[in-house]
């Protein structure tokens, strides 16, 4: 067990971080991304005691933490190539003109680093989403030293990893208080954290309670500053005539998987499932709900996830015309979930607040809509989501333009005939979306463009060129893409 961080502790925390800054932030492009290449390895060198701890403390197979140390370390590895390559710094150089009335300044921006980020850990992700995870590696590539706060579902592991970019930091010769780590159950710890002056931002992965407590201290501060929390979300999915008519059993098959997959633990699960009453939807149904009964309940990540999805998953099927459609055929050991489908008419859905929150688990409810304006109707009763997918040809598309503009206003990714589950590590991925999926629906949390969440523009007017930053000299020593005089280039002026 882990003692509590004091009030105490966190202020030197971050005092150490804030002295950290004005050192780090002045550090090259290259040393960054060496430093986020360094932890990589590390991670790497902590071998089978990070797995085996990782494995006892969340109850996730071997298999699936070895690939998402892989997913974390890549994440390191190529957000360092993004540092590196200096885009994200969106660099702009408007030259002087001493001809116009009055004289045009020479000024030149780019985006620079906020300051010590405190990042809490999530639960479902061990390690892409927690200490050496998406928002740290964006945080240091953007120059701010990092504070983690682990979470106490899998606290050993977090020490672990902690110890790893700890040793990486002194291979790399970096300032002390680069990167710091505190534990800490209670709500005070978060508060403490998130309220201190030398804070300047937060990243988040986690429930909307939590993610929304955060939000409201970092606005009530004297000083507020930006939290990017990701806060769950239902994930809609919407079955258009003509896909379900093709393949109805293909994608019930499809759906069985998703809805499963890591016993439903993840953000991106397909809570909600619509389409309009007919024989295509009601095969669909059948099928679901056979796939559904054939699926070995699992194990959750921890006795409070597993407790939050029996009471979530019994709350949701005790409402009024909520008909219990499958449950697995299996009984569940202790502390698993067991998969479910449930359905309920559009009306029902419109009429029930109930029926549109997150059950975090193996869990998914059907709205049988009467018809396409009873559906359209559904959607402009949806909250902001992370994602929303459409199950259609290009003719239901095409023939139902309304339904998907509405569609649209509510995701931050929108997917045709594929499932929200896994979520590409790549430059046009976008993880965020409209609250309250996300506090912020401009940023994304996964991808080298989250590194953007954690700085700020600056532009220097008049400056001579010798004291210029490198990033925005005149014969550009990095070699980064620059918008000059509005044209997008990588040569000198």
């Known amino acids: 067990m882990f003692k509590d961080a004091s009030s105490h502790e966190i202020d030197q925390v971050l005092q150490t971080a804030w002295k950290a800054f004005h050192q780090y932030r002045k550090c090259s492009l290259k040393e960054r991304a060496q430093f986020m290449r360094t932890i990589a390895a590390e991670l790497e060198n902590a071998g089978d005691e990070l797995i085996q701890t990782a494995m006892r403390e969340t109850n996730l197979p071997e298999a699936r933490l070895r690939n998402e140390r892989a997913r974390t370390m890549f994440q390191l590895t190529s957000y360092a190539d993004a540092c590196e390559r200096g885009e994200w710094l969106e660099a702009r150089i408007d030259t002087a003109n001493t001809s116009k009335t009055p004289p045009k300044p020479d000024i030149r921006k780019m985006l620079v680093p906020l300051g010590p980020v405190v990042v809490f850990g999530a639960s479902n992700f061990p390690f892409a989403y927690s200490t050496a995870g998406g928002d740290t590696a964006c945080a240091l590539a953007a120059g701010c030293p990092v504070i983690v706060k682990a979470h106490p579902a899998h606290a050993q592991t977090s020490e672990i990893v902690a110890q790893a970019i700890l040793k990486a930091a002194a291979i790399c010769k970096l300032p002390n208080g680069v990167f710091a780590h505190v534990h800490g159950a209670s709500q005070e710890v978060g508060k403490a954290l998130v309220t201190h002056p030398y804070t300047k931002a937060v990243g988040f992965t986690g429930s909307y309670l939590g993610g929304k407590a955060l939000f409201d201290w970092a606005n009530q501060r004297k000083e507020p500053i930006p939290v990017f929390s990701e806060m769950g979300s239902v994930n809609p999915v919407f079955l258009f005539p003509e896909k379900l008519k093709q393949s109805a059993v293909e994608v019930a098959k499809q759906y069985a998987g998703s809805i499963t997959l890591g016993v439903g633990q993840f953000c991106t699960n397909p809570g909600l499932i619509f389409g309009i009453e007919g024989d295509d939807l009601q095969q669909f149904i059948n099928t679901l709900g056979n796939e559904i009964k054939a699926v070995t309940p699992g194990t959750m990540l921890h006795p409070g996830i597993a407790k939050n999805y029996a009471e979530n998953r ?99 990714r929108f997917i045709v005939n594929g499932v929200p589950t896994g979520v590409e590590v790549c430059l046009s991925m976008h993880h965020g979306g409209p609250f309250p999926a996300t506090t912020d629906s401009r940023f994304t949390s996964v991808g080298a463009d989250g590194i953007k969440r954690f700085a700020r523009p600056l532009a220097y007017q008049n400056w001579p060129d010798s004291l210029l930053p490198e990033e925005l000299k005149n014969n550009n020593p990095l070699g980064i893409w620059r918008t000059v005089n509005d044209v997008l280039s990588k040569g000198s002026l």
């Open 314 to 412: 019994a709350r949701a099927l005790s409402q009024q015309k909520v008909d219990t459609v499958a449950i697995s055929d299996a009984q569940p050991a202790e502390n698993q979930g067991v998969p479910t489908i449930a359905s309920a008419s559009g009306e029902a859905f419109l009429s029930n607040p109930v029926l549109h929150q997150e059950v975090f688990g193996p869990y998914s409810i059907v709205i049988r809509c009467k018809d396409k304006n009873e559906l359209l109707e559904a959607v402009r009763h949806l909250e902001g989501q992370l994602t929303a997918t459409l199950m259609a040809t290009d003719n239901d598309i095409l023939n139902n333009d309304e339904l998907v503009e509405a569609v649209k206003d509510i995701c931050g």
